[in-house]
Nanobody
Framework: QVQLAESGGGLVQPGGSLRVSCAASGSIRTVYDMGWYRQAPGKQRELVATMTSGGGTNYADSVKGRFAISRDNAKKTVYLQMNSLKPEDTAVYYC???????????????WGQGTQVTVSS
């Protein structure tokens, strides 16, 4: 069994900062990509940022220059530092991990339960 535990969401004023974290646990053999997606009310889930195990990153155009993804491979944890937050960043943020579990030969994507980020004055 694999679990992705997110933390750090909340309410912040426009222009403020917030950091969310996600720790993977369970019978994990190898973690490949980790990252964040978000889903605003009435919209489809969209990519925010991802990072490979080697440190390669990919960001949505809407967050480039404002958000920074990082990870601690030893802790199987990914972070998203969000700066200069805007009301349009309001969404449920979902952690994502592409990983291989023991006794399996197939990589699979796992998702966290989501953490709410609200940007409002």
């Amino acid at each position: 069994q694999v679990q992705l535990a997110e933390s750090g969401g909340g309410l912040v004023q426009p222009g403020g900062s917030l950091r969310v974290s996600c720790a993977a646990s369970g019978s994990i053999r190898t973690v490949y990509d980790m990252g964040w997606y978000r889903q605003a009310p009435g919209k489809q889930r969209e990519l925010v940022a991802t990072m490979t195990s080697g440190g390669g990153t990919n960001y949505a155009d809407s967050v480039k220059g404002r958000f920074a993804i990082s990870r601690d491979n030893a802790k199987k944890t990914v972070y998203l530092q969000m700066n200069s937050l805007k009301p349009e960043d309001t969404a449920v943020y979902y952690c994502y991990a592409d990983l291989l579990v023991y006794r399996s030969i197939l990589r699979q994507a796992y998702w966290g339960q989501g953490t709410q980020v609200t940007v409002s004055s």
